[in-house]
């Protein structure tokens, strides 16, 4: 059984840039969620996709937009980068229906 | 965004003792979940609770769901130098996509 992976690990992004981020689910599983962590902080919830669709929005603005594809597969897109956007960015996936959240490793994005 | 307080922040133990830790939350939750985070990598999960009362264990860990629906509490029987890391509550309710998370406690082993 594959995990959920994401890329890339890491990336050094400029200030006012976009970025692009991607995860690939866990097999079987159908939904994905966002979350941003930033440091010494818990995950916050950016989003949820299922069905190729946004399912579920945390407080983000809206340059914080994402995809989710045929399969299951999904990116995470920020424009305007600003350095509070910095941070550890969470994929996970789950079985609609009430099922545990599991986590890739993320993406350490850094804002300079 | 709002954040579930656990308690203790930080825990200094030497190998072989008991740990518990805990998470309070304002508002009611119908699913706990209890995960654990090591440096570079993402969260991952060690039980997971789904109804008010219930007691869980994996290994050496036990965890329950308050009976309030507003608390849980995580248990970690004769530490060992692998469970150094950062341990997170989250609460899920139904009708709502997202976990949310508590502010963390962070295990550190003294040798």
């Known amino acids: 059984e594959t995990g959920v992976t994401q890329s890339p690990t890491h990336l050094i992004k400029t200030r006012g840039q976009q970025v692009t981020l991607r995860c690939s689910s866990q097999s079987g599983h159908n939904t994905v969620s966002w979350y941003q962590q930033a440091l010494g902080q818990g995950p916050q919830f950016i989003f949820q996709y299922y069905r190729e669709e946004e399912n579920g929005r945390g407080n983000f603005p809206p340059r914080f937009s994402g995809l989710q594809f045929p399969n299951y597969s999904s990116e995470l897109n920020v424009n305007a980068l600003e350095l509070d956007d910095s941070a550890l960015y969470l994929c996970?996936?789950?079985?609609?229906?009430?099922?545990?959240?599991?986590f890739g490793n993320g993406t350490r994005l850094t804002v300079t | 965004g709002q954040q579930l307080n656990q308690s203790p922040q930080s825990m200094f133990i030497q190998e072989g003792e008991d740990v518990s830790m805990n998470c309070t939350s304002s508002?009611?939750?119908?699913?706990w979940l209890w995960y654990k985070q090591d440096p570079g990598e993402g969260p991952v999960l060690l039980i997971a609770l789904y109804k008010a009362g219930e007691l869980t264990s994996n290994g050496r860990l036990t965890a329950q769901f308050g009976i309030t629906r507003k608390d849980s509490f995580l248990n970690i029987s004769a530490s060992i130098p692998s469970d150094v890391g950062i341990y997170f509550c989250a609460g899920h309710d139904f009708g709502n996509e997202k976990l949310t998370f508590g502010t963390g406690t962070r295990l550190t082993i003294i040798p």
């Open positions: 996970a996936s789950s079985f609609r229906g009430n099922s545990p959240l599991h």
């Open positions: 508002s009611i939750f119908n699913t």
